[in-house]
């Protein structure tokens, strides 16, 4: 059986506690990743690791409704079809989607597009240590213990 990527645990996780509704940040996956010993040299090597999943579902970079920050969500492959049409849908070499880019975002049409704009959005934050958005005071913050305790729950 394959394993699971962190991420999706981690997103997984954080929804079953009540903890995100949509997905996970940008910053948040970069920051989790390198508390749990792997890190990202950037934010492509990140969209990589998005990208190579072997899970049953899409990632999909949106803007979401509540944060206002764009996250990763997860749609399920057979229940995702031709409603998403405006979606932008990043594929490998082997023609299989592998990335989705939600039509509520403008961040490009091409992996080096979407690589650019997420860079530019993100990593002032992610260099700052500022992986964690807390949407009551409206900015980006270090990981809180809750948080911490949190994602090295999912190490196996």
Known sequence: ????????????????KGKINT???????????????????NISALLDELRKNSIDKYPVIQKCGT??????????????????????K???AKNEINLVISSNTDLGKTDEAIYKSLT??????????NFSWNNR?????????EEKELILSIKN
């Open 1 to 16: 059986m394959k394993k699971n990527p962190d991420w999706y645990k981690l997103t997984k996780l954080l929804k079953q």
């Open 23 to 41: 997905g996970l940040t940008i910053p948040y996956i970069f920051g989790a990743y390198k508390l749990l010993g792997q890190p990202f040299e």
């Open 120 to 129: 530019q959005l993100y990593k002032e934050y992610i260099d700052a240590g």
């Open 137 to 145: 005071e409206q900015k980006w913050k270090p990981f809180e213990k």
């Open 90 to 92: 990043l594929q490998n």
């Open 67 to 88: 944060i206002h920050q764009h996250v990763v969500a997860v749609e399920d492959k057979k229940l995702y079809h031709k409603n998403y049409i405006k979606d932008i």
